[in-house]
Nanobody
Framework: QVQLVESGGGLVQAGGSLRLSCAASGRVGSINFMGWYRQAPGKQRDMVAAISSNGATNYADSVKGRFTISRDNAKNTVDLQMNSLKPEDTAVYYC?????????WGQGTQVTVSS
């Protein structure tokens, strides 16, 4: 089992920045994929950014150039730096990992961007 705890959400004005953090515990040695997803009201949960165990990254087109994902394998953490935030970025953000094939999810953290 892997447990995930997210932090860093909140309310920010458009154009502002937030940094989300996710700490993994438990059977962390089997984690390969780490990523962030988001779900806005009435919409499906979509991938925002992902990072593999070797550091390869992937971003949704809507956040490229604004968001940066990073991981610290020694601390078992994955962060999401969000810059130039837009109202359409408002959603609940979820941390997710695969260990190695089983997906685990955090409880979610609300990000609200006001216009």
């Amino acid at each position: 089992q892997v447990q995930l705890v997210e932090s860093g959400g909140g309310l920010v004005q458009a154009g502002g920045s937030l940094r989300l953090s996710c700490a993994a515990s438990g059977r962390v040695g089997s984690i390969n994929f780490m990523g962030w997803y988001r779900q806005a009201p009435g919409k499906q949960r979509d991938m925002v950014a992902a990072i593999s165990s070797n550091g390869a990254t992937n971003y949704a087109d809507s956040v490229k150039g604004r968001f940066t994902i990073s991981r610290d394998n020694a601390k078992n953490t994955v962060d999401l730096q969000m810059n130039s935030l837009k109202p359409e970025d408002t959603a609940v953000y979820y941390c997710s990992v695969r260990a190695p094939l089983i997906p685990y999810w955090g409880q979610g953290t609300q990000v609200t961007v006001s216009s």
